[in-house]
């Protein structure tokens, strides 16, 4: 970030300059989301009774409302320059952006190291951050090729723009994914439709209604609702295959009131 930073102002390269401070949002990003795990490990309590598992989401959250404030600030750049741009040195441009990329790389690598995380939306928004610092990278390479080979300088303002939109598109996912998870909406992965059906055809179960479900944090999908059961002896039974039939789609943490079926007398 330093070396970018740095070399973006000397080379005088927006590119270079928008790259640098992506990778001081990933740095403050990865930061947020180690604490969002420190914290999400302390225990429930009785004011706090899922504990503080979604400190991540919130993380995910910021991160996702950084990567549009950089975004911002580079299309304001960006535009700036297209109109009056300045003289750049391509050979120091490509080089610092060379050691970005390999740098990024090995972020990259580090972060999927582990399998376990591929499904936190805190890992998943330090992972989209530096996958734009790559690409990024990668952008101004070829920025600082083209203005060293045909001195065409506006190549350094269409990169940016271009990283920009990166940005946007993955603040954009980001942001959305953890709404969704704040305003308890069902999770991509699971159909409704098929949770209701699973539970309905159980045997002994007459109705389903007042159906949820929704995440709680990354990994921890939680369902709620109500069946109605014909005979009240069947009511273990029936709670234990619901619960077996929904562990089947990666729902564990099930609360299902049963009721009597009033036309059963």
């Keep these: 970030m330093v070396a970018e930073a740095v070399g973006g102002w000397f080379a005088n390269s927006l590119a270079l300059l928008a790259d ?28 706090k009774t899922y504990g503080y598992q979604r400190v991540e989401v919130l993380a995910a959250l910021v991160n996702g409302g950084t ?6 600030f580079v299309v304001w750049g960006a535009a700036r320059r297209w109109l009056a741009p300045p003289a750049i040195e391509p050979r120091l441009m490509f080089g610092i952006a060379a050691v970005g990329l390999v740098a ?21 928004g330090v992972s989209l951050h530096v996958l734009g610092d790559l690409l990024g990278s ?17 190549a350094d303002a269409i990169v ?18 953890s709404v969704d998870v704040l305003l308890e909406g069902t999770p991509r992965h699971v159909s409704l439709a098929d949770v209701e059906q ?13 159906l949820h479900v929704w995440t709680v944090t990354s990994g ?18 029936v709670l234990e295959a619901v619960q077996a039939r929904l562990g089947e789609i990666g729902i564990k943490h099930v609360t299902l009131q049963i009721e009597r079926d009033p036309t059963c007398g």
């Design 160 to 177: 940016s723009l271009l990283i920009a939109t990166l940005i946007v598109f993955s603040g954009w996912r980001l942001v959305k994914d």
């Design 198 to 210: 699973r539970i309905a055809t159980v045997p002994g179960v007459s109705a389903v209604h007042d």
């Design 20 to 47: 640098a401070g992506h990778m001081l949002a990933d740095a403050a990003a990865m930061g947020l989301a180690i604490f969002a795990v420190w914290v999400g490990r302390r225990p429930a309590t009785d004011r």
């Design 220 to 237: 921890v999908v939680a369902m709620s609702g109500h069946a109605v059961v014909v005979n009240p002896a069947d009511n273990q039974r």
């Design 104 to 124: 990024n790389v090995i972020s990259l690598v580090v972060l999927h190291h582990g399998h376990e995380h591929e499904h936190s939306l805190g890992v998943r």
């Design 138 to 154: 990668i952008g101004v390479l070829v920025a600082g090729a083209v203005i060293f080979l045909t001195g065409w300088v506006r």
């Design 67 to 72: 990567l549009f404030a950089i975004a911002a």
